[in-house]
């Protein structure tokens, strides 16, 4: 599935990158959509949007060095931002 195949560094992330969970702070950052995918695939993702929204369903396992850029998109979406 993966270029490396199961052994190689692009493993799915089942368990989370923290605690909330992506997702979760998916929602609670009240994102949009659009606005994420557009940040985070100009910070060097390469899913495109449709698998970003099933990844964010709990629908789809990406690598983790995705997760980690949707995790860093997110953060800098928010940074600053009064919660």
Do not use: C
Not at 14 to 33: C, I, K, Q, S
Not at 36 to 50: A, R
Request: hydrophobic share 35%.
């Amino acid at each position: 599935m993966y270029p490396y195949g199961t052994d190689g560094p692009d493993q799915p992330n089942r368990a989370g990158e923290e605690p909330m969970g992506t997702a979760r702070r998916f929602r609670d950052a009240d994102l949009a959509l659009d606005k994420l995918w557009i940040y985070y695939y100009g910070i060097g993702g390469d899913i495109d949007e449709v698998s970003l929204d099933a990844y964010l369903h709990d629908a789809l396992d990406i690598p983790a060095t995705q997760v980690n850029l949707i995790a860093t998109a997110m953060t800098e979406l928010t940074e600053g931002e009064p919660r």
